[in-house]
């Protein structure tokens, strides 16, 4: 839901007072402009602030979609001048994404400055105050706040207390809003996720924090919503009646690179599948919403979460696999195992891919398995689901040879060549021609001019806007984890499933086939 805005405070002389929120992308054109704002982002000389962040931030402003009474205040340890944060955000531009128009750059720069300090320094957030009440008389940004935890997950709710320290924290009940924007990891266990979330609600209220996972701004998972609820065709066939089962695979071709320290005390089963993944099951299953506002929908998803079967005990072996990557060839480059890596102990147990069985005990999934699998060194980057239909229950033609049709399917592709495929049968011509499978296809590449705005970019808007459909919940987020838990506990306690090794540039370990072909069927290789 749109959150109102205050009144917008007279134009700086320099602000392009004649830009108008028009984008260069076909599908932005109706994109809002937001009210007034000033954003802190803290951890701003970081690698996400550079590569994600910064771009970001510029093409809104490019595209005319930040608000003329807008500053932006970077927050970080390194002792830096306003003009030394400035240039260090223009090369972050020139490296992760181009070189800005010069004109351009200019009146985008003097909405930049930078306030040095620590998370658990009450002096740095008292020059924060200070630097915010300026940028609220010279640039009118109304005393709106949105601040952005661009940090390790461990110094959050330490800033977010100081900030209600220093008096920077409005009520929602205020005309001035205020709104915390949160990256992943939240937690690592269900118990860690209550006890953070319940940290930060003592600064904030449930309201104003929006816990992003960039995944849900990127154009075909937004457009999941779009094809299930405006194309009445598909909800008829959305269910037990006539789906045989669901498959959902996000592949890494990467290593893990220069994560080592982060991932090796996560693994997969935490880093992907209990929020991104877990995000693609919740907006294929899900209900119908009510209405399309930010609560309708996230009850849809986590009505959905609370309805998954628990995997626990003896399940942890018969619905779960994991395994890690063998030295092997990806691209046709030779890489080096998991436990050679730099930085990862040579007596690690973690895993670098993981395969799931999940079923959603309600009336629309009630037995239809959804599989889940995420890994890295596998031979390709893809996203992608996969929804199978059921097969036909009888021979089409008598006089068609090798009738054995095989069941449609529906193919929602993420990332790349984002699009989406419906393959069925269809017969080759001639007298008594066989079967032959054939696709129709939509590629957002061939079907609209420009490229689709980056994940960040959306989800900064909409959270300037006041609009959290795109961004979890509390309730939601420890749902997620209520089903991670328990094979996180299971896997601690035992070798079951047992750590499998697999050759870098494969599908994965033998358990993740053994898995799908128990119940008869396949993988669909992306």
Excluded at 308 to 314: K, M, Q
Aim: glycine share 8%; charged share 25%.
């Amino acid at each position: 839901m749109i959150a109102p805005t205050a009144p917008v405070a007279p134009s700086p002389p320099s602000w392009p007072a004649g830009k108008t929120a028009v984008p260069r992308e076909q599908r932005m054109r109706s994109a809002k402009v937001p009210g007034p704002l000033a954003m802190v982002i803290f951890g701003a000389t970081g690698d996400l602030t550079r590569r994600k962040l910064f771009p970001a931030l510029f093409r809104l402003f490019s595209q005319g979609l930040l608000p003329r009474g807008f500053g932006l205040v970077g927050f970080a340890r390194h002792a830096l001048t306003d003009e030394a944060f400035r240039e260090s955000m223009r090369a972050a531009l020139e490296e992760f994404s181009e070189a800005p128009d010069p004109e351009e750059w200019e009146r985008f720069a003097e909405a930049v400055s930078y306030v040095q300090g620590s998370f658990d320094d009450p002096a740095g957030f008292l020059r924060l105050a200070e630097e915010l009440r300026r940028v609220d008389r010279e640039r009118g940004t109304g005393g709106n706040r949105l601040f952005y935890m661009a940090t390790p997950p461990e110094v959050v709710c330490g800033a977010a207390e100081q900030l209600g320290r220093a008096g920077l924290v409005r009520t929602p009940d205020e005309r001035e809003w205020t709104r915390i924007i949160v990256e992943k990891p939240f937690g690592r266990d269900l118990e860690s996720a209550r006890a953070l979330n319940a940290r930060l609600l003592r600064a904030f209220d449930e309201s104003q924090v929006y816990r992003i996972d960039h995944y849900l701004g990127k154009e075909t998972v937004q457009n999941l919503l779009v094809f299930r609820f405006a194309n009445v065709i598909w909800e008829p066939l959305w269910s037990r009646t006539y789906i045989d089962h669901v498959q959902v695979t996000m592949a890494e071709s990467v290593g893990v690179g220069s994560r080592a320290g982060y991932y090796d005390d996560a693994g997969a089963l935490r880093d992907m599948v209990q929020n991104h993944v877990v995000q693609l099951l919740t907006l294929v299953a899900m209900e119908p919403p009510a209405s399309y506002d930010a609560d309708s929908i996230r009850n849809e998803k986590v009505k959905v979460l609370r309805s998954v079967r628990p995997i626990e005990g003896d399940g942890v072996a018969t619905e779960t696999v994991r395994g890690r990557y063998d030295a092997g060839v990806v691209d046709g480059e030779s890489v080096p195992g998991y436990l050679q890596e730099a930085g990862i102990a040579p007596d690690s147990r973690t895993e670098t891919f993981t395969a799931l069985r999940v079923w959603i005990d309600n009336w629309r999934w009630a037995g239809v398995p959804f599989y889940l699998r995420t890994g890295k060194r596998l031979p390709h980057k893809a996203t992608e689901i996969t929804v199978r239909f059921r097969p036909a229950p009888h021979p089409v033609l008598d006089t068609v040879q090798g009738d054995l049709p095989q069941p449609g399917q529906l193919v929602l592709r993420i990332q790349p060549r984002e699009g989406i495929s419906l393959y069925f049968e269809a017969k080759v011509p001639g007298l008594a021609g066989p079967l032959h499978p054939v696709s129709m296809d939509f590629s957002y590449e061939t079907s609209f001019t420009g490229a689709s705005p980056e994940a960040y970019e959306r989800l900064l808007l909409d959270a300037m806007l006041g609009d959290a459909t795109l961004f979890a919940r509390r309730d939601e987020v420890e749902a997620a984890w209520g089903l991670i838990t328990p094979i996180l506990e299971g896997w601690a306690a035992s070798d079951v499933p047992p750590l499998e090794p697999y050759p870098a540039g494969t599908w994965g370990p033998p358990g993740a086939e053994r898995l799908v072909r128990a119940d008869g069927r396949e993988w669909r290789d992306p």
